[in-house]
Nanobody
């Protein structure tokens, strides 16, 4: 029902910043719970951050204090601002959304996913 596409990934040096965008179409994204997950080669998909439709935000310990999730409802877009990037942040980053989510950190609780965008942090 909602289509998602990520953008903003790329190559950045350690300590640098990137801003990822998750643009939605087909539905109003403000009504959805939205999360960012990431997956490195050979690793399981892991939770990064989430924002509920009501506004509550959640962060994995590994990114707390460095990453910020936000919404621009006028653009139907959710952003992930990533600062002080580390090589271990290297992964494909995915945007996910669902109107009903019990556990914001569980990938299986989200029905809608973007194709992902690559983030590479060099040392």
């Amino acid at each position: 029902q909602v289509q998602l596409v990520e953008s903003g990934g790329g190559l950045v040096q350690a300590g640098g910043s990137l801003r990822l965008s998750c643009a939605a179409s087909g539905r109003t994204l403000s009504r959805y719970n939205v999360a960012w997950f990431r997956q490195a080669p050979g690793k399981e998909r892991e939770f990064v951050t989430a924002i509920r439709s009501i506004g509550d935000t959640y962060y994995a310990d590994s990114v707390k204090g460095r990453f910020t999730i936000s919404r621009d409802n006028g653009k139907n877009t959710v952003y992930l601002q990533m600062n002080r990037l580390k090589p271990e942040d290297t992964a494909v980053y995915y945007c996910a959304a669902d109107g009903r989510v019990r556990n914001v950190a569980a990938p299986g609780d989200y029905d809608y996913w973007g194709p992902g965008t690559q983030v590479t942090v060099s040392s």
